[in-house]
Each structure stands twice: as structure tokens, then as C-alpha cells.
């Protein structure tokens, strides 16, 4: 898979294409559709189900270190549920410059300030979650630091920046659930 193809994959989710195309509304520094709702997508699509079959939610981050406070979150979190009303699914927001904030009490593992959404993207459970993609001036932007090669072999790799093996363990069973022929890799020892 390229990133062509992951494009037009991902597009056959008509909640994706929805949150894209009106998340420029928002205005939002460094803003990315991620993860989750993107790959699931992907193994949706390349197994013959429903593409949005299995999706929670639709992770949207930006980064914004202007202001770090809740409030300021929540007043982004408020809008974007203005401009995402009736898209299909739900949505949710988060500014990745706020999770070094909070991260720790909700993971157990201390996170370092992060200088970018794509940095937070790096340090996903695994390779086939960091990825992210917005729409601007009617173009696609992808960031996939690791590429589409585990994502399109329904490969789960560890990806052991920065979320603890429990976190990884509790997802991959949850997604071999749901897509079987999913390969998980051991976490590194």
C-alpha cells in the first residue's frame, strides 16, 4: 500500500471523508484526523467489512501551546461538536500540546511535553496506529512515520516510545477480536 492507496481507502469511510472535510472550519494549528479510526478503516476495507464496522471514535489532535489550560481545550472541544454535528461519529478533540498535562494519571507512565501533533503521532502503541491525515486547499496531507507495509499486512508491531505494554496488549486483543487475521507482535522484553 501507498500513501495513494491509503488515501482512497480511507476515503470509502464516509465519516472520514465528513470530519475532513469540515475540520478546516475549525482553524486549528497542526491539526490531523488519526489513528484508530484510520487504520481501522484500512483493515475494514481490505477484509470485506463495513469500513466503519468496529470504529469508537474518530481521534482529532492538534497543537496548540498557547494556552494550556482545560478551559481552553474545552472551549475547541465545544465547537468542533458544532462542526462535527450529524457527521456520523463521534469525535474526540485534543490538543497534544496539553497531554504531558495529564497522561501520566490516565497511563501510569510519565509523558515528556510533545513539540508537535506528528510527535505525538510517533509514539502511538504501534506502527500501524501513527498515522494521520487532514485535508487542506482540497489536498490530502499524510504523516505515517512508519510507512503502510505493517497496516496493509494487518501486522501489529510494538511501538515502545512511549505507551506501556498494558495499553498495547489491552488494544491488540480488543482488534484481533474484530480482525482475526491480524498478526500481534510480542512487546520487546
Same mark, same amino acid.
Not at 471523508?17 to 469540515?22: H, S
Not at 474518530?58 to 482545560?70: C, E, K, R, T, V
Not at 491525515?133 to 511501538?159: C, E, I, M, S
Given at each position: 500500500?501507498?500513501?495513494?492507496?491509503?488515501?482512497?481507502?480511507?476515503?470509502?469511510?464516509? %465519516?472520514?471523508?465528513?470530519?475532513?472535510?469540515?475540520? !478546516?472550519?475549525? @482553524?486549528?494549528?497542526?491539526? /490531523?484526523?488519526?489513528? #484508530?479510526? =484510520?487504520?481501522?478503516?484500512?483493515?475494514? %476495507?481490505?477484509?470485506?467489512?463495513?469500513?466503519?464496522? !468496529?470504529?469508537? @471514535?474518530?481521534?482529532?489532535? /492538534?497543537?496548540?501551546? #498557547?494556552? =494550556?489550560?482545560?478551559?481552553?481545550?474545552?472551549?475547541?472541544?465545544?465547537?468542533?461538536?458544532?462542526?462535527?454535528?450529524?457527521?456520523?461519529?463521534?469525535?474526540?478533540?485534543?490538543?497534544?500540546?496539553?497531554?504531558?498535562?495529564?497522561?501520566?494519571?490516565?497511563?501510569?507512565?510519565?509523558?515528556?511535553?510533545?513539540?508537535?501533533?506528528?510527535?505525538?503521532?510517533?509514539?502511538?502503541?504501534?506502527?500501524?496506529?501513527?498515522?494521520?491525515?487532514?485535508?487542506?486547499?482540497?489536498?490530502?496531507?499524510?504523516?505515517?512515520?512508519?510507512?503502510?507495509?505493517?497496516?496493509?499486512?494487518?501486522?501489529?508491531?510494538?511501538?515502545?516510545?512511549?505507551?506501556?505494554?498494558?495499553?498495547?496488549?489491552?488494544?491488540?486483543?480488543?482488534?484481533?477480536?474484530?480482525?482475526?487475521?491480524?498478526?500481534?507482535?510480542?512487546?520487546?522484553?
Amino acid at each position: 500500500m501507498d500513501e495513494a492507496a491509503f488515501i482512497a481507502t480511507i476515503r470509502r469511510n464516509p %465519516v472520514v471523508v465528513d470530519v475532513l472535510e469540515r475540520a !478546516g472550519a475549525l @482553524d486549528l494549528p497542526d491539526w /490531523y484526523l488519526v489513528s #484508530g479510526c =484510520l487504520f481501522q478503516t484500512v483493515w475494514n %476495507v481490505l477484509s470485506g467489512h463495513e469500513p466503519t464496522r !468496529g470504529i469508537r @471514535d474518530y481521534d482529532f489532535f /492538534y497543537f496548540d501551546d #498557547g494556552d =494550556l489550560s482545560w478551559e481552553a481545550e474545552d472551549a475547541v472541544i465545544r465547537r468542533a461538536a458544532d462542526v462535527f454535528a450529524g457527521c456520523g461519529g463521534a469525535l474526540e478533540v485534543r490538543n497534544e500540546a496539553r497531554v504531558h498535562l495529564w497522561y501520566e494519571d490516565h497511563f501510569g507512565v510519565p509523558c515528556p511535553p510533545y513539540a508537535s501533533t506528528e510527535a505525538a503521532i510517533d509514539s502511538f502503541a504501534a506502527t500501524a496506529c501513527c498515522v494521520g491525515v487532514r485535508l487542506a486547499a482540497g489536498r490530502h496531507h499524510v504523516y505515517a512515520p512508519h510507512g503502510f507495509d505493517d497496516l496493509a499486512a494487518f501486522v501489529l508491531r510494538p511501538n515502545a516510545v512511549l505507551a506501556p505494554r498494558s495499553v498495547y496488549e489491552t488494544k491488540a486483543a480488543r482488534w484481533r477480536a474484530l480482525w482475526p487475521e491480524l498478526t500481534v507482535l510480542p512487546w520487546p522484553e
